[in-house]
């Protein structure tokens, strides 16, 4: 690990390269994680300003700077859209049970220290998630772990809407106080606003029932929209699979450890297989995040798409797929090199970079 | 399939001479080559006509055909239930089951809300259904929540089934309103307690008393009228959307139920009626045989029960108390009514309530249409529930003995032609 990090320090640091940006970086791997998720042929990668400029086996240009992985995997930054990171307060403005026009992108402490060892463990993308006590609770904050100088994090956009239609998002003490009286003006509210362009809204959904109220309200208003960890989605899966109204385009599962019961755990074969793109969720670790996915294929879930759930199914939902979730020329260089599958949990992480900059590995104790 | 959820054997004998008169055998429409024929010994349409033995025709999820004698169409399927008994399903008119939520279900953000529906917080998942169609209730008419003055409107639903196909819509929408203990009694306590989170709420500003309560119903139509003559707000911040809905109560597009325990909101009722010109239903009704008279004189529908032992004595259901032979006392005066189980199930459900009342005197035949027949006319359910005829849902009940006795259960129950409970009293989560 730290003869790597030395070259490309090395690299970065040599006198005489007339440019005022940094030389480019060539890292080669022996498999690539594809954007369907499949173990791809390995090759050089390079990294040009911050973004991945080509991947193949050619030889790279002259003037990059190389590190060499053998036995090593490149797999595309991991992207978990559910985490409270940073947060500064809670993530939910209990003043009123609706509101649109909140950022949890203002509760961000971007020196958080939990930053960086999300970085350190893969996670290059999180979304910063509304707390869940309103009714519409605002907009998830969009965070990449760590900045150009591999630092601090760095908000980069206000992402999805964050619905809670179950119990949490109701008291007493404020009107609405029930889903019966919260459902008319969320519905007049949809009819009225236009859908956004991209992404799509998130809604927490755990029970069968809260599920069917969800799929009727979002999908009757004609609403892409996404599940928040719909634990009871098996005894709901007839109408995920068929609603006539819409049905949800992707849902955030997990986390799961190897105690989680094979009940909740085959939920997330069951949506895939309904159609539901599945995004685990770790709550900001990599490790977590890893074996949530790796939970998932021991019953039976696949393993392709569970490598594209833990990067390009969350950054869909943040509406970043065409910056971010995948290994493709022009996207933004957030990369994790392990040496091996990352659905294999002795796979170490080897190298992570949050556009171009490689995260300072923590010190190995001697 | 239903064959292999009964075990008696099938056979394909046609049923012998009926013991009442049937009409004439009617004409049954295009090929019954996948109908599904029941033969029971006696087969109960709900209106008081029994069939010995008879005959059940189901195509499509709907009934065919009812009687004695029919032909048995060719390549039917046939489901002989031997000395069964075979009912319409139950029909629940005041049902308070199937809702989601922990400390009641409806908004507390106003006394008044009318236009708000109880379909949204319906918990089609719930166990409850499962238990309410084991116990051979088909349908029910879930009741707006008695913790407002004017509650949500209520919804229908069948008890289990295809949730797309489960919600039946009543011929006029139905709002009930609340003038006892209910809404006065709870007072500034009517949320959750503290020690569930229910800190200082909006329903503390709700009536703390009986005169409260009427005085908040008089208020909220005296509002919607104003608000539907000459547009004018409410001086108690009153929702347009409720004061719409309540003009359509006032005009009788939506019906009005009156919740009513003690004998004097009877009083209060037939007087706001008088004041509103409003027609209503009496909802639980428990006083009802101390105003026999004028609900008889009036004709108000009564939805009664359910009697338990804390209504009348803490002794046992023996004891001669108005309570308990009230259904017979309503038969007697030539009230149309139906009884309700409310929240209870198992022993505590519909059956039970109605063996309850036939013990204390109610006819036979009287109790069976008053779950069935006069239960989906009372709910605006007619079209679709409640009676064994041609064109309306096959839910079907077979009782192994006879109907309501204690030793009787439903051994299969048929919702819209589907097996939902099978003959161990099973729940069947899936329906093929």
């Given at each position: 690990m730290l003869e790597p990090l030395f070259f490309l320090a090395l690299a970065v640091l040599t006198?005489?390269?007339?440019?005022?940006?940094?030389p480019?970086l060539?890292l080669?791997?022996?498999?690539?994680?594809?954007?369907?998720?499949?173990?791809?042929?390995?090759?050089?990668?390079?990294?040009?300003?911050?973004?991945?400029?080509?991947?193949?086996?050619?030889?790279?240009?002259?003037?990059?700077a190389r590190l060499e992985f053998?036995?090593?995997?490149?797999?595309?930054?991991?992207?978990?859209?559910?985490?409270?990171?940073?947060?500064?307060?809670?993530?939910?403005?209990?003043?009123?049970?609706?509101?649109?026009?909140?950022?949890?992108?203002?509760?961000?402490?971007?020196?958080?220290?939990?930053?960086?060892?999300?970085?350190?463990?893969?996670?290059?993308?999180?979304?910063?998630?509304?707390?869940?006590?309103?009714?519409?609770?605002?907009?998830?904050?969009?965070?990449?772990?760590?900045?150009?100088?591999g630092?601090?994090?760095?908000?980069?956009?206000?992402?999805?809407?964050?619905?809670?239609?179950?119990?949490?998002?109701?008291?007493?003490?404020?009107?609405?106080?029930?889903?019966?009286?919260?459902?008319?003006?969320?519905?007049?509210?949809?009819?009225?606003?236009?859908?956004?362009?991209?992404?799509?809204?998130?809604?927490?959904?755990?029970?069968?029932?809260?599920?069917?109220?969800?799929?009727?309200?979002?999908?009757?208003?004609?609403?892409?929209?996404?599940?928040?960890?719909?634990?009871?989605?098996?005894?709901?899966?007839?109408?995920?699979?068929?609603?006539?109204?819409?049905?949800?385009?992707?849902?955030?599962?997990?986390?799961?450890?190897?105690?989680?019961?094979?009940?909740?755990?085959?939920?997330?074969?069951?949506?895939?297989?309904?159609?539901?793109?599945?995004?685990?969720?770790?709550?900001?670790?990599?490790?977590?995040?890893?074996?949530?996915?790796?939970?998932?294929?021991?019953?039976?879930?696949?393993?392709?798409?569970?490598?594209?759930?833990?990067?390009?199914?969350?950054?869909?939902?943040?509406?970043?797929?065409?910056?971010?979730?995948?290994?493709?020329?022009?996207?933004?260089?957030?990369?994790?090199v392990?040496?091996?599958?990352?659905?294999?949990?002795?796979?170490?992480?080897k190298l992570?970079l949050?556009?171009?900059a490689p995260v300072e590995a923590a010190k190995e104790?001697? | 399939?239903?064959?292999?959820?009964?075990?008696?054997?099938?056979?394909?004998?046609?049923?012998?001479?009926?013991?009442?008169?049937?009409?004439?055998?009617?004409?049954?429409?295009?090929?019954?080559?996948?109908?599904?024929?029941?033969?029971?010994?006696?087969?109960?349409?709900?209106?008081?006509?029994?069939?010995?033995?008879?005959?059940?025709?189901?195509?499509?999820?709907?009934?065919?055909?009812?009687?004695?004698?029919?032909?048995?169409?060719?390549?039917?399927?046939?489901?002989?239930?031997?000395?069964?008994?075979?009912?319409?399903?139950?029909?629940?008119?005041?049902?308070?089951?199937?809702?989601?939520?922990?400390?009641?279900?409806?908004?507390?953000?106003?006394?008044?809300?009318?236009?708000?529906?109880?379909?949204?917080?319906?918990?089609?998942?719930?166990?409850?259904?499962?238990?309410?169609?084991?116990?051979?209730?088909?349908?029910?008419?879930?009741?707006?929540?008695?913790?407002?003055?004017?509650?949500?409107?209520?919804?229908?639903?069948?008890?289990?089934?295809?949730?797309?196909?489960?919600?039946?819509?009543?011929?006029?929408?139905?709002?009930?309103?609340?003038?006892?203990?209910?809404?006065?009694?709870?007072?500034?306590?009517?949320?959750?307690?503290?020690?569930?989170?229910?800190?200082?709420?909006?329903?503390?500003?709700?009536?703390?008393?009986?005169?409260?309560?009427?005085?908040?119903?008089?208020?909220?139509?005296?509002?919607?009228?104003?608000?539907?003559?000459?547009?004018?707000?409410?001086?108690?911040?009153?929702?347009?959307?409720?004061?719409?809905?309540?003009?359509?109560?006032?005009?009788?597009?939506?019906?009005?139920?009156?919740?009513?325990?003690?004998?004097?909101?009877?009083?209060?009722?037939?007087?706001?009626?008088?004041?509103?010109?409003?027609?209503?239903?009496?909802?639980?009704?428990?006083?009802?045989?101390?105003?026999?008279?004028?609900?008889?004189?009036?004709?108000?529908?009564?939805?009664?029960?359910?009697?338990?032992?804390?209504?009348?004595?803490?002794?046992?259901?023996?004891?001669?108390?108005?309570?308990?032979?009230?259904?017979?006392?309503?038969?007697?005066?030539?009230?149309?009514?139906?009884?309700?189980?409310?929240?209870?199930?198992?022993?505590?459900?519909?059956?039970?309530?109605?063996?309850?009342?036939?013990?204390?005197?109610?006819?036979?035949?009287?109790?069976?249409?008053?779950?069935?027949?006069?239960?989906?006319?009372?709910?605006?359910?007619?079209?679709?529930?409640?009676?064994?005829?041609?064109?309306?849902?096959?839910?079907?009940?077979?009782?192994?003995?006879?109907?309501?006795?204690?030793?009787?259960?439903?051994?299969?129950?048929?919702?819209?032609?589907?097996?939902?409970?099978?003959?161990?009293?099973?729940?069947?989560?899936?329906?093929?």
């Amino acid at each position: 690990m730290l003869e790597p990090l030395f070259f490309l320090a090395l690299a970065v640091l040599t006198p005489g390269v007339p440019s005022l940006q940094p030389p480019p970086l060539a890292l080669h791997v022996d498999a690539i994680i594809q954007p369907d998720g499949a173990i791809g042929p390995g090759g050089w990668i390079v990294l040009r300003n911050g973004r991945i400029e080509s991947i193949g086996p050619a030889e790279p240009p002259v003037g990059c700077a190389r590190l060499e992985f053998a036995g090593g995997v490149a797999a595309p930054g991991f992207v978990d859209v559910d985490t409270s990171l940073g947060a500064a307060g809670q993530l939910s403005e209990p003043a009123r049970p609706f509101t649109p026009e909140v950022a949890t992108g203002d509760a961000l402490e971007p020196d958080h220290s939990s930053f960086l060892a999300a970085a350190r463990s893969g996670v290059t993308t999180v979304g910063l998630m509304p707390g869940g006590r309103n009714i519409i609770d605002g907009r998830v904050a969009i965070v990449r772990t760590a900045d150009d100088d591999g630092r601090g994090a760095q908000l980069c956009g206000h992402g999805p809407l964050r619905y809670t239609l179950s119990a949490q998002a109701f008291d007493g003490s404020r009107v609405p106080t029930s889903r019966m009286g919260a459902l008319p003006q969320l519905r007049e509210m949809l009819a009225k606003s236009p859908a956004p362009s991209s992404g799509t809204s998130l809604v927490a959904a755990d029970t069968a029932d809260e599920i069917r109220i969800v799929i009727d309200t979002f999908g009757g208003a004609g609403r892409s929209f996404a599940l928040l960890h719909p634990t009871r989605a098996d005894d709901a899966i007839e109408l995920v699979r068929g609603s006539v109204s819409g049905r949800p385009t992707a849902a955030v599962i997990g986390p799961f450890d190897l105690d989680t019961g094979e009940r909740d755990v085959r939920v997330a074969k069951l949506l895939a297989d309904g159609g539901v793109a599945v995004a685990f969720s770790g709550g900001g670790d990599g490790g977590s995040l890893r074996l949530t996915a790796a939970v998932a294929t021991r019953s039976g879930f696949d393993a392709k798409a569970a490598r594209t759930g833990l990067s390009l199914a969350g950054a869909r939902l943040l509406g970043i797929e065409s910056e971010a979730g995948t290994i493709e020329a022009g996207k933004r260089a957030d990369l994790v090199v392990l040496d091996g599958d990352p659905l294999d949990l002795a796979a170490k992480v080897k190298l992570v970079l949050v556009g171009g900059a490689p995260v300072e590995a923590a010190k190995e104790s001697p | 399939m239903i064959a292999t959820l009964l075990a008696a054997a099938l056979t394909a004998t046609p049923g012998t001479a009926p013991e009442t008169a049937s009409a004439a055998t009617p004409a049954l429409p295009r090929s019954l080559a996948d109908a599904v024929v029941l033969q029971a010994a006696e087969v109960h349409v709900g209106d008081g006509t029994v069939y010995k033995p008879g005959v059940v025709i189901v195509q499509d999820g709907r009934i065919v055909a009812v009687g004695a004698g029919l032909p048995i169409p060719a390549g039917g399927q046939v489901i002989d239930c031997g000395a069964a008994f075979l009912t319409p399903g139950l029909v629940d008119a005041a049902c308070q089951l199937g809702t989601n939520a922990l400390f009641g279900s409806a908004e507390q953000g106003s006394e008044v809300i009318p236009q708000l529906d109880t379909g949204d917080v319906l918990d089609y998942f719930s166990l409850e259904f499962e238990q309410l169609a084991a116990d051979g209730v088909t349908t029910v008419f879930v009741t707006g929540e008695a913790s407002a003055v004017i509650s949500a409107k209520g919804v229908a639903v069948k008890t289990a089934g295809p949730i797309a196909e489960r919600r039946l819509a009543p011929t006029k929408p139905c709002v009930k309103a609340t003038l006892g203990a209910e809404t006065s009694g709870r007072g500034a306590f009517n949320r959750s307690p503290s020690r569930f989170g229910g800190g200082p709420s909006y329903a503390i500003r709700r009536p703390t008393t009986r005169m409260g309560s009427a005085w908040v119903f008089r208020k909220a139509l005296h509002d919607s009228i104003a608000f539907r003559d000459a547009g004018r707000a409410s001086s108690d911040g009153l929702d347009p959307a409720a004061m719409r809905a309540l003009g359509d109560v006032l005009s009788g597009a939506t019906s009005l139920r009156m919740q009513v325990r003690e004998a004097l909101d009877f009083d209060t009722s037939v007087r706001l009626a008088d004041e509103f010109g409003l027609q209503f239903v009496f909802e639980y009704a428990t006083e009802a045989a101390q105003r026999l008279d004028v609900i008889a004189a009036r004709k108000i529908p009564v939805i009664f029960g359910p009697v338990r032992q804390s209504d009348s004595t803490f002794e046992s259901f023996e004891s001669a108390t108005p309570a308990l032979e009230t259904p017979k006392l309503l038969a007697e005066h030539g009230i149309v009514f139906c009884l309700t189980a409310s929240d209870g199930s198992g022993d505590g459900g519909l059956a039970r309530q109605t063996g309850l009342a036939i013990r204390f005197g109610l006819d036979r035949a009287k109790a069976l249409r008053a779950v069935t027949v006069d239960a989906a006319a009372i709910a605006g359910l007619d079209q679709r529930v409640g009676r064994l005829a041609p064109g309306l849902d096959a839910d079907l009940v077979v009782w192994n003995g006879k109907p309501f006795d204690d030793a009787s259960k439903p051994v299969l129950v048929l919702i819209s032609g589907r097996p939902v409970v099978d003959v161990q009293g099973r729940f069947r989560k899936e329906n093929p």
